[in-house]
Structures are given as structure tokens and as C-alpha cells.
């Protein structure tokens, strides 16, 4: 596609249970960014790829918080036993050429809500 | 560590009006800065940026931004603010390491 692709836009679940977030960047982009947007607040850096591999996922709240991109494109945030405060929109965003300063095209993201 | 704050959390103008959103960073070197913007229902837009050279920046949308040293500030303007432009703005500064921070956001709304 054009842009970066999220999916699903909008997921409900209950607490305790697991969910995973899809993020397709733009095609050749090799780095990925995943961010988190409470209501009110700018976005919160989570994790960084380059390529295949986390290149900096300092931002991850805690263990309950994963991500992959095994085929350096395509990435899966997965979030484990959710709690009410994991609600937010998780953002994706993709970089031609990451650091430094590289722009970041973002998608619509996927707003999560934890009952 | 490096920090953003954005002072104003909503501003009202009137279209035509001319409009400032400040951005103030905190960051040990020269940072790379940015203005991203947000409109509902929309992915974030980047609206400009700063590296290096002048320190007036232009962007998208007849928007520009001045990068102040001795202020640590980034702010953004426009001569005359258009009802299309109402929307939430984000100032970001991005280091070296990539891990790009985001101010809180301040909404525009636009009052016709």
C-alpha cells in the first residue's frame, strides 16, 4: 500500500486476556517505530526496529509488552494478560532510513480498550 | 534526558488570524526538531523539520517554525490560520538513538 497499514483499527478485550497489533510499513522502509497515545498525551516511544532486529526497545513499559519483525517488513506488537491501563492507541510508523533525524510516516493507528 | 513541553494545551483563533504554538525542548546537544500534525480520525503528518543551517524553517501548509538556541525553543507559526487546520500539533525533538519524544500536543481549535 501507500502508507503504513494497521491492523485491527479498533480492538475491545477483556483484562487478563492476550492481543496482538499488525503494523505493515511502507514497502523498503527499514525501520519501525511503535509508539503508544494515551488520551490527552503526545505519543510514547515503545520500541524501534532496524531491520529484522529491536534496536533500542527501552520504552516498553514492562515484560507484558513484545514485539517481532522477523521478515524486517511486517510487525506484531503483543501485549500479554492486558490490564485497564494498556487502553490507548498503539501507533506504527515507519522511517526510509532511521537515525538520525529520518522522518516518520505514521499509520491511523489501532485503539485498544481493555474492559 | 531529552523532553519536550508544550506550554499551551488548547488555543482558540479566528480564521485569518495569524497563530504561534510554542515548543520548548530539552536536550543536551543540537536536536533534531519537528512539527507533526494530527487531524481526526488521520495518522500524524509531518509538517517540518530542523537539522541544522537557518534557523527558519518552512513546511507544509504555509506553516513555519523558528529554532531558537538561546531559548531552547521551536516554535511554530502561521500568518494566517485557515478553519482546515484545526487540529492537535505535536513538537518533537529526535536524538541520535532514535527514540523520538513528543510533547503533550496542543489543539487548535478555529473559530470561523
Known amino acids: 500500500g501507500a502508507g503504513v497499514s494497521q491492523t485491527p483499527s479498533n480492538k475491545v478485550t477483556e483484562k487478563g486476556k492476550y492481543v496482538e497489533l499488525r503494523c505493515d510499513p511502507i514497502?523498503?522502509?527499514?525501520?519501525l517505530y511503535w509508539y503508544r497515545q494515551s488520551l490527552g498525551q503526545g505519543p510514547e516511544f515503545l520500541i524501534y526496529?532496524?531491520?529484522?532486529?529491536?534496536?533500542?526497545d527501552s520504552g516498553l513499559p514492562n515484560d507484558r509488552f513484545f514485539a517481532v519483525r522477523p521478515e524486517g517488513s511486517v510487525s506484531t506488537l503483543k501485549i500479554q494478560r492486558t490490564e485497564r491501563g494498556d487502553s490507548a492507541v498503539y501507533l506504527c510508523?515507519?522511517?526510509?532510513?532511521?537515525?538520525?533525524?529520518?522522518?516518520?510516516?505514521f499509520g491511523e493507528g489501532s485503539r485498544l480498550t481493555v474492559l | 534526558a531529552q523532553s519536550v513541553t508544550q506550554p499551551d494545551i488548547h488555543i482558540t483563533v479566528s480564521e485569518g488570524a495569524s497563530l504561534e504554538l510554542r515548543c520548548n525542548y530539552s536536550?543536551?546537544?543540537?536536536?533534531?526538531l519537528f512539527w507533526y500534525v494530527q487531524s481526526p480520525g488521520q495518522g500524524l503528518q509531518l509538517l517540518l523539520k530542523?537539522?541544522?543551517?537557518?534557523?527558519l524553517v518552512q513546511g507544509i501548509k504555509g506553516f513555519e517554525a523558528e529554532f531558537k538556541r538561546s531559548q531552547s525553543s521551536f516554535n511554530l507559526r502561521k500568518p494566517s490560520v485557515h478553519w482546515s487546520d484545526a487540529a492537535e500539533y505535536f513538537c518533537?525533538?529526535?536524538?541520535?538513538?532514535?527514540?523520538?519524544?513528543f510533547g503533550a500536543g496542543t489543539r487548535l481549535t478555529v473559530k470561523p
Open positions: 510508523a515507519s522511517s526510509p532510513q532511521g537515525a538520525p533525524g529520518g522522518e516518520l510516516f
Open positions: 514497502s523498503g522502509h527499514t525501520a
Open positions: 526496529f532496524q531491520g529484522t532486529g529491536a534496536a533500542d
Open positions: 536536550y543536551g546537544a543540537t536536536p533534531y
Open positions: 530542523y537539522f541544522s543551517g537557518d534557523t
Open positions: 518533537a525533538v529526535g536524538p541520535l538513538n532514535n527514540d523520538m519524544r
